[in-house]
């Protein structure tokens, strides 16, 4: 007699995976109402204050309008004036000449003391320089532009009393071309350049330390070291600090306009002061909104030609 055969074990039934549940959306719709609430002043703000702005100067530009009348349509005439005036062609070549020159010097002088700020002083002293030099830029340009004036004027400024007792004569800053040129561009570096004092700085702090001590083991040292390991590392930064500068030396008109109100001559008029009086001296609406939107058009190609070049000489770590 055989054992008795137990019924074989039913295998259990594998119970099914529950379903996993949907994950929630991460934007709900009072996320997304919050958000917009948030972004809304800016967006008003760029709208208002820069998007009207643009259109409405190249709506104006095709009127003649001088506030009293009616406008009047003119089509291409304030870009044919524009083109055959005199000042205003001179006044872009001195924005460009002084474009060049006091964005150059601005960044030269920044990036050479950010480096020497950078390297071995102590903490309290760092922060002192950080401050003298960032200090300028909050001041008002027409109260420094008013001051320097006394300051560089031929009879009784300070800088030719100075000058006097090294047993030179007085040197015509305000009252010669190239004097009142080299005048402006220096008050306008002076007050401008904490800016890219501080971009520097705070790009040379993100350098990391391994990458200067696996230099240093390689033999640079100095200038070498800095010519091929701190710029290379540093282009990102400068090339912010350049398309600011030069979108901001395009526009100057405070250091000219109180300076040397455009002279001798038109030796230091640049397009912004050129616009302010054609608006607003003669109420030429229309050729000062064609010369605006010149600017513009002048701006928008150098900047995008530095983004340009910017591919062959900035380096990303």
Known sequence: MTDTQLPAARPESVAAPPAMARPARAGGRGTRLLAALFLAPTVVGIVVFTVVPIVGSLALSLFHWNVIDSP?????????????????????????????????????????????????????????????????????????????????????????WLIGLLGFGPVPWLTSENGAMATVILVYVWQQFGFSFLLFVGGLNNIPREVHEAAALDGATGVRKHLHVTLPLLSPTLLVASVV?????????????????????????????????????????????????????????????????????????
Do not use: C
């Open 245 to 317: 500068g030069v979108i901001n030396a395009l526009q100057v008109f405070e250091q000219p306009y109180v300076l040397t109100d455009g002279g001798p001559g038109d030796a230091t008029r640049t397009v912004v002061m050129v616009i302010y009086e054609t608006a607003f001296e003669q109420l030429r609406f229309g050729t000062a909104s064609a010369v605006g939107v010149l600017l513009f058009v002048l701006i928008t190609a150098v900047t995008a030609l530095q983004f340009r070049l910017s591919r062959r000489f900035v380096h990303y770590q």
């Open 72 to 160: 009047r349509f003119a089509g291409a005439a304030n870009y044919r004036e524009m083109a055959s005036d005199s000042t205003v062609l001179v006044s872009f070549r001195n924005t460009l000449v002084f474009m060049v020159l006091a964005v150059a010097l601005q960044l030269l002088i920044a990036l050479v003391l950010a480096l020497a700020v950078n390297g071995r002083m102590p903490l309290w002293l760092r922060s002192v320089f950080r401050s003298a030099f960032f200090f300028p830029l909050v001041l008002s340009a027409a109260s420094v532009s008013v001051v320097m004036k006394y300051l560089f004027n031929q009879d009784f400024g300070v800088v030719n």
